[in-house]
């Protein structure tokens, strides 16, 4: 099977500091693939340059056998990669229902005449989209939510409306930005199974970045980890965990 | 109003059939002319000018979140570009309009190209401040078509046929006018464009994650906010018959920005609210002498010390139906 995801020797060197040195692998559709590593180790810089934020200094980045490398960020959501932030990528002044609409921005129709003029056409497209972006939060029980404020929602809410925001458009391929940070421990498992849900049974890729191991042992096919903007290794979570070169720069202890 | 695919829940369906209240506010304005003094009638007509300029500035203050003080150079360059070419083209003052519109939404695009250059914040603020005082240095000098500091003085504007020689007809012009923008304003808001400009001001990195072309919507609100600016320009023109470049200084923005932060910021109401209040009791308080400043600067702090959302989330506290939605159901 094509791979979704491909990197090719991805490097990203800001002015002397190696951010990210030649990092190689695929991801594949319905798999849920771990990058660990330490602070510093380069995973956001990673993920900021497969979604565009940062321009890579060599190496290529393809998805479904097109490069994507080079694109702005909207170019390359739009063509199916999405991702969460780390800090949280809300709009904290707006509700829930009007962020699932942000998320569902390219998909509503309406021309800018129709729309300035309030044609029956656009307030139509308009209004499926509303229909939508309800329907998305009442999958995830977060129907209740619709007209709060994000910024009022608790941390383990926003994270779900931003996982519901990024899947609104039913990208093939997902990154999520340390999506267990500041999740309470039943929060977690929940975010675990919604993980593996999304993998196996609706078939998206997913890349995650972890900073703990532990997290990502049992809900990851593949851990990839990364240590001062290198590989240092890739496979099952059993083999990870037995690795001696992980242990030794990864975990500190040989 | 009900979508045909899911039943709405009815509170929103309820809001948005009491949003249709607001239509009742322009049907009563109707009768301000019957019972308004001709000085009166003539601050009313302000008020209206002022509502037009600060719902087109609350675009990039509020809504985009950016901030850009380019504001008087629309308002001056929408109230020259009607007077020129009335006077010297002899244009009737609809198309006056539409041209300051056009001109103005160039404007807005020009000021644009400032803040997708990634300038932000106080450098933005300061070379939007300058676009604006670098526009009243044209009026000024290019006074062989402006007339310099002299003011341009302007025939009487007409509306299809209707001479527009006082200011009970002025008023019904400028109410059909101020009506239409701010409902177009409105539609644009309740929209995934007017989504597009809170995203971004909420979280630009993450805007672009959701495949929205930033860069684009960043000059769509310049361009919208420069053209309403632009036509309240060339109603200031056609309210006053005589534009002076004085009337475009440092001041005039910073007025148009307490209207915008009095009012509530990225609020289409509390836009309207603000242009009224910063309109109306300074003009009252004019008949104490030293005061109207006094109470200008009054009447800010307090609405920033203890309204920091402005004079609308007193009407927000009251009753729903004054919230603003970025979406239509």
């Known amino acids: 099977m094509d791979p979704l995801l491909k990197l090719e020797g991805l490097t990203v060197h800001f002015s002397g500091l190696k951010a990210l040195t030649d990092v190689s692998f695929d991801t594949h559709a319905g798999e849920v693939r771990a990058v660990i590593g330490p602070n510093g180790a380069g995973k956001t810089t990673l993920f900021n340059a497969i979604s565009g934020y940062v321009q890579p200094t060599a190496g290529a ?18 063509k199916g990669v999405r991702r969460t932030f780390q800090n949280g990528g809300l709009f904290p002044e707006l509700t829930a229902l009007e962020n699932i609409l942000a998320g569902l921005h390219t998909q509503i129709d309406g021309s800018f005449l129709g729309i300035i003029l309030g044609t029956r056409a656009a307030r139509e497209a308009e209004r499926a989209g509303v229909a939508r972006a309800r329907k998305l939060l009442d999958m995830m029980d977060l129907g209740f939510l619709a007209d709060q404020h994000v910024k009022d929602l608790s941390g383990g809410q926003q994270r ?89 720069a990864y975990l500190g202890y040989a | 109003m009900n979508n045909t695919e899911t039943p709405m829940p009815p509170k929103e369906t309820s809001i948005s059939r009491a949003h249709r209240l607001f239509y009742l506010i322009p049907v009563m304005a109707l009768a301000i002319p019957f019972v308004a003094n001709e000085y009166l009638q003539f601050m009313t007509n302000m008020i209206l000018v002022y509502s037009v300029v600060t719902v087109g500035f609350n675009v990039i203050i509020g809504n985009l979140g950016q901030l850009a003080f380019a504001n008087t150079a629309f308002f001056g360059i929408g109230a020259y570009t009607a007077a020129i070419l009335m006077v010297y083209a002899g244009f009737p003052f609809v198309l006056a309009v539409v041209a300051a519109a056009l001109i103005g939404g160039l404007g807005g695009f020009l000021a644009s190209v400032t803040a ?12 939007t401040l300058a676009f604006g005082e670098l526009m009243r240095w044209v009026y000024l000098h290019a006074d062989g078509v402006t007339k310099g500091s002299d003011g341009l003085q302007m025939p009487k504007p007409d509306f299809f046929g209707i001479s527009m020689n006082n200011e009970t007809v002025k008023f019904y012009v400028f109410l059909l006018i101020a009506v239409l923008l701010i409902k177009a304003t409105s539609n644009l808001m309740r929209s995934r464009i007017g989504r597009a400009f809170v995203a971004i001001r909420d979280n630009e990195a993450a805007t672009a994650s959701l ?29 006053t018959e005589r534009v002076f470049p004085e009337s475009f200084s440092l001041t005039e923005v910073i007025v148009h ?31 104490f002498p030293g ?5 200008f600067g009054i009447i800010i702090v307090c609405v920033l010390l203890f309204l920091p ?21």
């Open chain 1, 61 to 78: 980045v393809h998805f479904k056998g097109d490069p994507i490398h080079g694109l702005s960020p909207h170019e390359i959501s739009s």
């Open chain 1, 160 to 248: 779900m409306v931003e996982i519901v925001r990024t899947l609104a458009t039913e990208p093939p391929l997902l990154l999520l930005d340390e999506p267990f940070v500041g999740l309470s421990p039943p929060m977690r498992i929940r975010m675990m199974e919604i993980i593996r849900k999304l993998a196996g049974e609706e078939g998206i890729g997913i890349l995650l970045i972890e900073h703990a191991i532990d997290l990502v042992m049992s809900s990851s096919d593949i851990i990839i980890v990364l240590s001062s903007g290198q590989k240092i290794a890739e496979g099952k979570p059993e083999e990870v965990r037995e690795n001696h070169e992980v242990l030794e």
């Open chain 2, 116 to 127: 997708l250059r990634g300038i932000r914040l106080y450098y933005l603020a300061i070379i």
């Open chain 2, 211 to 239: 495949g929205i072309h930033t860069a684009r919507y960043i000059i769509l609100a310049f361009v919208w906010s420069g053209a309403v600016v632009g036509v309240a320009g060339s109603m200031f023109a056609a309210l």
């Open chain 2, 257 to 287: 920005f307490a209207m915008v932060l009095v009012g509530g910021t990225g609020s289409i109401i509390g836009s309207v609210i603000g242009a009224i209040t910063l309109t109306a009791l300074p003009e009252y308080f004019r008949q």
């Open chain 2, 291 to 295: 005061m109207e400043e006094l109470f």
């Open chain 2, 309 to 329: 959302k402005g004079l609308v989330s007193l009407l927000q506290r009251v009753s729903p139906i004054f919230i603003e939605r970025f979406y239509r159901d």
